[in-house]
C-alpha cells in the first residue's frame, strides 16, 4: 500500500511568483486535506478535498486554492507569494471520519 | 484563538519510564482527538486517537485519556523508548461539523534518554 506522496519536496521562489504543490492520495483514499506548518507551529488547516469538491476551508486568502482529481490526487496552488507564504505545506489523506495519513511535505521558501 | 494548546513546549523522561503528555482544548464542539508523532524531514504519523464518547484508548504502549469536563487530554507512553524521541502533536476535530479538518496544538518534543 503506498503512501501520501508530495512533489517537490523543496522548492525556492521569489515574491510574487505562484507556485504548485502536488500531492497523491494514499490508495483509496477519497478525502485529501492542506495544512501550513510555519516554523515551531503546529500544522494550520488550509482546506480540504472530498470527491474532488472543496469541503472547508480555513482561514487562508483566495490566492491560495486547489484541485482534486478523479484518482483523487490533488494540487495546492499559491498566487503572488508573500515572504510568510514560507513554511512547510503537508498534505493528508484518509476516508471521512478516519485519521489523517500525512505526507512529508514540501517545504517552501520565498525570498 | 488558540483553540487547542500543548503548554509545555519539552520533556525529558528517562528510557522505561511513564511520558505523559498533554493538551488542552477550548471548544466544546469538538468530538474527536488525535496524537501525531513527528521526526524531522518526515510528516506527522499518527499514533492514535479517541472519540468523545469515551474516556480511555489503548493502543499497545500507548494510552489517551479525555477529561471532556476538563476540556483535557493526554497521551501516556509506557515504557518510553528512545525511539519514541519526536515531536507530539495533538489535535481535535468536530467531525460532526460534516468537515474533518484537524486543529492541531504547537507540539511537545519528547526526548528519551537512554
Known amino acids: 500500500e503506498t503512501g501520501v506522496t508530495q512533489s517537490p519536496t523543496h522548492l525556492i521562489k521569489t515574491r510574487g511568483q505562484q507556485v504548485t504543490l502536488r500531492c497523491s492520495s494514499q490508495s483509496g483514499h477519497n478525502t485529501v486535506s492542506w495544512y501550513q506548518q510555519a516554523l515551531g507551529q503546529g500544522p494550520q488547516f488550509i482546506f480540504q478535498y472530498y470527491r474532488e469538491e472543496e469541503n472547508g476551508r480555513g482561514n487562508f486568502p483566495p490566492r491560495f486554492s486547489g484541485l482534486q482529481f478523479p484518482n483523487y490526487s490533488s494540487e495546492l496552488n499559491v498566487n503572488a507569494l508573500e515572504l510568510d507564504d514560507s513554511a512547510l505545506y503537508l498534505c493528508?489523506?484518509?476516508?471521512?471520519?478516519?485519521?489523517?495519513?500525512f505526507g512529508d511535505g514540501t517545504r517552501l521558501s520565498i525570498l | 484563538d488558540q483553540q487547542v494548546k500543548q503548554n509545555s513546549p519539552s520533556l525529558s523522561v528517562q528510557e522505561g519510564r511513564i511520558s505523559i503528555l498533554n493538551c488542552d482544548y477550548t471548544n466544546s464542539m469538538f468530538d474527536y482527538f488525535l496524537w501525531y508523532k513527528k521526526y524531522p524531514a518526515e510528516g506527522p504519523t499518527f499514533l492514535i486517537s479517541?472519540?468523545?464518547?469515551?474516556d480511555k484508548n489503548e493502543d499497545g504502549r500507548f494510552t489517551v485519556f479525555l477529561n471532556k469536563s476538563a476540556k483535557h487530554l493526554s497521551l501516556h507512553i509506557v515504557p518510553s523508548q528512545p525511539g519514541d524521541s519526536a515531536v507530539y502533536f495533538c489535535a481535535a476535530s468536530a467531525i460532526t461539523s460534516g468537515t474533518y479538518k484537524y486543529i492541531f496544538g504547537t507540539g511537545t518534543r519528547l526526548k528519551v534518554l537512554a
Open positions: 479517541i472519540s468523545s464518547i469515551k
Open positions: 493528508a489523506s484518509s476516508f471521512p471520519n478516519q485519521p489523517q495519513h
